[in-house]
């Protein structure tokens, strides 16, 4: 060639502007790598398909396909949904197009490798000339935040429908929930015991030091447990097991106090129900066989060190004349009376214990103890009314012996005080006898 023509264009401005295009990308890219979710483009052709121009590197992470499977055809996108929710999904992808209108959706997908995650997408809407949309906007794991939601709102309803009072409270102790079985347990309206201490339910029963010593364990061992008695709005009395745990942040600085009351009353009442079912005679209400055998060891103990006992059988005279005549109900009425007046007549600290029918058993603990016998015998003699009207008379015929050196222990007692029984009932009756064991007789006294 000879000659050649051409021109020299200054593109100075435009490798410029595609330089820093390249570093606005490249910035993007670096961005869109940061962020804990996926930033996207996302087009929905005016034909309904729907393709990712941008889409973070993220996205096989979180979704589990590659960014370049879906710069043209979302198919890979749409292939991990899980089944349950693609309809969903698509359904709200089409509202959006229709309406040209932000997208915003929570849904799950299938990742091959970790299995079923919950997906929270957003998206804002810039409509084009061609009438196609486009949107801008991120996706972000929120399985686990779902899964804390979920574990919220079951621990609310838990919380709610326990049949369990439960109270917390701040660090200061400051009442902060409670829930509403805590209201009918306490007569409180749950806005009345916000920010109160829960010393507003305290009985007065227990002392300083049961409640100092309940929070040395709680900042020792980070729990509490046992018994307490409250007191209801109403003022009545009540019996809590209680149940208390520390919460604490991360820096091991105590948060709360939890405390869980379960109303123990009833039971309580059962197990004094049961308890004197075990110890007393369910007719008169007099200590029984097993709690004089208790009473007895402990009589016998006090004796050793000096404390003077007697021991003391009665069986009442005529009494099954009654009960043959009038009916055992009657014959049940006249032990009760009998019970009562002869309880009235002891000391405190002494017993009448009821071994059956109509044997009894008094120990008693002075060292006179005459006088006590004879106002047995006299209540004994008082008659009784019985339901018709009637009166019904018996008399008792005790045996006593007391307590001495060279005893052996309450057996013992128990067997001489029967045989003193037996001398009484065959010297006429109405009447006590005191063992005499320094001449193998026996001791009588008639009343006067």
């Not at 520390?246 to 123990?264: I, L, N, P, Q």
């Not at 005679?281 to 004796?303: E, F």
Request: net charge negative; glycine share 8%; hydrophobic share 40%.
């Amino acid at each position: 060639p000879e000659w050649m023509f051409g021109t020299h264009i200054d593109v100075s401005d435009r490798h410029r502007a595609e330089q820093e295009r390249g570093e606005a990308l490249n910035r993007l890219r670096q961005l869109s790598d940061s962020v804990p979710g996926v930033l996207f483009e996302c087009r929905v052709e005016a034909d309904g398909r729907m393709v990712f121009p941008y889409v973070g590197r993220q996205i096989d992470e979180l979704i589990g396909c590659r960014a370049e499977d879906v710069v043209d055809d979302a198919t890979a996108f749409y292939a991990r949904l899980h089944p349950d929710d693609r309809a969903q999904v698509i359904e709200e992808v089409r509202r959006a197009k229709d309406a040209l209108q932000d997208w915003s959706a929570s849904f799950r997908v299938l990742h091959p490798v970790h299995g079923e995650r919950r997906i929270r997408g957003e998206a804002r809407c810039q409509a084009q000339p061609d009438g196609a949309g486009e949107w801008f906007g991120y996706l972000q794991d929120e399985t686990e935040a779902h899964r804390n939601q979920e574990w919220l709102r079951l621990s609310a309803r838990v919380f709610d429908a326990s049949q369990e009072g439960i109270l917390v409270t701040d660090a200061e102790v400051r009442i902060v929930d409670a829930n509403p079985a805590m209201e009918a347990l306490t007569g409180y309206a749950r806005h009345a015991l916000l920010g109160r201490n829960p010393s507003v339910l305290r009985s007065g029963r227990h002392d300083a030091a049961f409640f100092a010593a309940m929070y040395t364990k709680l900042q020792h061992d980070g729990r509490w447990q046992g018994e307490m008695w409250n007191r209801h709005r109403s003022g009545e009395i009540y019996v809590v097991k209680v149940s208390i745990s520390t919460v604490r942040d991360e820096s091991g600085r105590v948060e709360h106090y939890v405390a869980v009351f379960t109303d123990v009353s009833k039971l309580m009442a059962q197990r004094d129900h049961f308890s004197s079912l075990a110890n007393f005679d369910a007719l008169t209400g007099l200590p029984n066989r097993r709690l004089l055998d208790d009473r007895l060891h402990q009589a016998v103990a006090n004796a050793r060190r000096g404390k003077p006992l007697a021991v003391c059988m009665l069986d009442l005279d005529g009494f099954k004349a009654v009960n043959d005549s009038a009916g055992h109900a009657e014959g049940d009425r006249l032990l009760v009376e009998l019970a009562q007046r002869m309880q009235h007549t002891l000391r405190g600290g002494e017993t009448l214990a009821r071994l059956g029918g109509d044997e009894f058993v008094l120990l008693l603990l002075d060292g006179d103890f005459r006088p006590a016998l004879e106002r047995v015998l006299e209540v004994a003699r008082e008659p009784v009314a019985l339901s018709d009207g009637t009166l019904a008379r018996v008399t008792a015929s005790i045996g006593a012996s007391r307590w001495r050196h060279g005893v052996e222990g309450g057996a013992q007692l128990l067997g001489e005080a029967d045989q003193a029984l037996y001398r009484a009932k065959r010297s006429g009756k109405n009447l006590w006898v005191l063992h005499a064991p320094e001449d193998g007789t026996a001791a009588e006294r008639q009343p006067g």
